[in-house]
């Protein structure tokens, strides 16, 4: 684990975690080594009338992530992600950090699947 | 610019923004008192309806197929360029074995093309079928789009292959401004536009109208329901120099007879003369190139 995306709604750690994946506002990458983060907007995937999960998908994987903290995710972003060996977690956690600190902790649990249907 | 083709009978789409408007009982009643034999030809594949009305069984049946990429994981080294090609996200490779969507492939074959390891070939991935019966004069083609498939167009163009040359046509469209309708209005000579006299009606009037005028295509007006106008309906069509071809009144009978799966028409004689005139109006309008923008 080196890089984490994590879906948000903000700019900075203190941000709320986005619930959604595939149209959330933007993703925080958070560098574990560096301890530095950096954002990216989720322009494409927003704007997409259909296929926002892959979209984003491709947009954090595309970013070198190898690990995404989210609330749900679908299964066709679900399927883009494994193929391409991101760790997906499920966290209902509110911001950023203390979304980190559960990962860190190591009290998330690794998503074996998709949690929810596409369009949820 | 849509202008009537010479090699074949003239087309008239029956098309509304607002949905339940009437479309279809102006479709089913116009081709009944055609005066000639025609066809109908029923595009709102997500929900077609006219069979109710014309109870045919059916000749022929053409299922609709689209072309889906299909990859070989032997020959699929992940170059990732069917991605970067595929405008959907219908195929996405990202270092990886590509995946492929079929439920977001729009089927152009862009992927199969650039493959540079010839990876991939397309298979067909039925979307819909397309139906032709015969009722009395009416020819009916009916498209009707698989249930779980989203892409509305392709079914709507088969129903338009299915359309006899030598046969006038009414298109019954489906509500709206989308593309569903646009792919319904790209054969159309003239459109047949149908509104009620309320705030939404001439409110998606008016989307309709600049939808037909994008496409250079003629059109009039059909009021159905109509009775006192309180929204400035005619004054609007005025404005815009819309012919108003058809009045038709806010009548329960009218209600009470389509409920029942008939024809106005028929049950209803009173009615037969207004739909021969609009069937006459819109010959006139059509050969004199009224109502052209």
Known sequence: MKKIAFSIRGTDLTAELDPRFGRAEQFLIYDLDQQQFSLIENQQGRSAAQGAGIQAAETIVRAGVDTLVTGHCGPKAFKVLEAAGVVVYNCSAATVQDALQQLQSGTLSQAGSADVEGHW | MATKTQDRAVRIAVASGKGGTGKTTVSLNLAAMFGEPVQLADCDVEEPNVNLFLRCSTLKNQPVYMQVPEM????????????????????ISLGTRALVFP??????????????????????????????????????????????????????????????????AILDAPPGTSCPVVATLRTADYVLLVTDPTPFGLHDLKLAVAMVRELGLPCGVVINRAGDDQVGLRRYCEDQGLAVLLSLPDDRQIAQVTSKGGLVVEALPGYAGMFAELAQRLRQEISGNGGRP
């Open chain 2, 103 to 168: 439920e977001l492939c729009h089927g152009c074959g862009g992927c199969a093309l650039i493959c540079p390891n010839s990876a991939i070939t397309e298979r067909e991935h039925k979307i819909g079928n397309v139906a032709v019966c015969q009722s009395g004069t009416i020819r009916l083609v009916e498209g009707r789009l698989e249930v779980g498939v989203s892409l509305v167009p392709p079914v709507v163009r088969a129903v338009q292959d299915q359309l006899a040359d030598d046969l006038p």
């Open chain 2, 72 to 91: 070989d994981p032997d020959l699929c080294t992940g170059c990732g360029q069917c991605g970067l090609i595929c405008r959907f996200r219908g195929i």
